[in-house]
């Protein structure tokens, strides 16, 4: 018998943007919990590769080859509420931040089981909104935003 099956404490997230809007997608659980699309890396997978799922996944964009690595790895602790989706010795995630730079805004198809609702914001409105710290380092990383 085999044992559960512990997430893999890696994931990316991917920064949605044109020159002047990012995307942000509000979590259906928790409520009010606003972010770039995100996901853990699947067993064997590189970090561009789950990116470009992830992108699929959480906002049926099939922009692979669009996407940019943004040199960006940040750790985070792993919040109570989902630890006992890692092994009980891992308390920490390794995040690699990516970007895909779209010519305008497009209204994503989002997975109603990940997401409620999308907002298109200015870039200030973005790093005022999104609820992670990861996620405000990365939009600046795309803007070289100092703010």
Known sequence: MTGPAFKRPESVLVVVHTRSQVLLLEREKPAGFWQSV??????GESPIDAAVRE????????RGA?????????RFAIAPQWRERYAPD???NIEHAFALNLRGAIDPRLNPDE?????WLS???ALRQASSYTDTAAIRRVFRHDA
Do not use: A, C, M, W
């Open 38 to 43: 995100t996901g853990s890396l699947e067993p």
């Open 66 to 74: 669009d996407i940019r690595d943004l040199q960006l790895e940040q």
């Open 115 to 119: 997401h409620r609702e999308f907002r």
């Open 90 to 92: 891992v308390v920490e």
């Open 55 to 62: 992108l699929l996944e959480e906002t049926g964009f099939q």
């Open 123 to 125: 870039v200030t409105e």
